[in-house]
Each structure stands twice: as structure tokens, then as C-alpha cells.
């Protein structure tokens, strides 16, 4: 059993991404639920389904190269990271992810409600 289900879900998207893998399987998690939202909106993902018990992610890829590259985490329950709204860059290669006090928010969704929070990970991405 684990307790820490963004590092489970970046764990295991980083090995689909490195296996070439288009499937990943996860334990349903509200909290991961919101960020396969974003996900599906920035087209990392192509769709994903989820259950009571599990969901089930479809992988974007173009050609044979995924979309993401890889994920890095940067805040863990040892160590938290944050970040106001004036340090907030747009980057082309990356994308941050964020919990604020409305939600998980990308860096342009951040930028745009102006409001930001804990630093959760970095998406980067070959396009």
C-alpha cells in the first residue's frame, strides 16, 4: 500500500513513457483524477477512463515519440515547494503544475487567475 499517489502516478507514467508503452493503470484517486483533466486539455493524454476502484490512461504519442518526455516531481511530503504568482514563467520545453487555493492549475491557468501555490511537478515535453 502507498500513501503517496502523485509519486505513484509519476512513477508509473515515467516507465510507460520510457517503455513505449501506450496503456497505464492506476488506483483511482480524486486528486489524480484533476490533474488527467489538465492533461487531456494540454493533449499529453489522449483519454482515460476510471472506475471506483482504477483508472485507465491512454498515452499521446506522435509517431513512435510520446508527447512527454518525463515528469519530475518537485514537492514531496519531506519537502515543500512554493511559489507566487510574480515568479511564474511560461516555458516552451516545460510545464509546472501547481495546488491552489482553486484547484491544480497549470502555469498558464496560474498566470491567468493569478493565484498560485505548493510546486507539485514539472511535465517536459518533446514538442
Known amino acids: 500500500m502507498y500513501n503517496f499517489h502523485l509519486s505513484d502516478f509519476i512513477t508509473r507514467f515515467n516507465n510507460c513513457v520510457l517503455g513505449s508503452k501506450k496503456i497505464l493503470y492506476l488506483r483511482y484517486s480524486g486528486y ?4 488527467l483533466y489538465i ?21 499521446n504519442y506522435i509517431n513512435t515519440s510520446p508527447i512527454v518526455s518525463r515528469i519530475v516531481l518537485i514537492s514531496k ?6 511559489k507566487k504568482v510574480k515568479d511564474l514563467t511560461i516555458r516552451s520545453f516545460y510545464n509546472e503544475f501547481y495546488s491552489t487555493n482553486i484547484g491544480i492549475l497549470d502555469t498558464n491557468s496560474a498566470i491567468n487567475h493569478k493565484t498560485c501555490g505548493e510546486c507539485l511537478f514539472k511535465v517536459y515535453t518533446n514538442v
Open 77 to 82: 511530503p519531506s519537502r515543500r515547494v512554493y
Open 32 to 35: 489524480i483524477l484533476s490533474i
Open 39 to 59: 492533461f487531456k486539455d494540454r493533449g499529453y493524454i489522449s483519454k482515460f477512463t476510471y472506475s471506483s476502484r482504477n483508472m485507465l490512461v491512454i498515452i
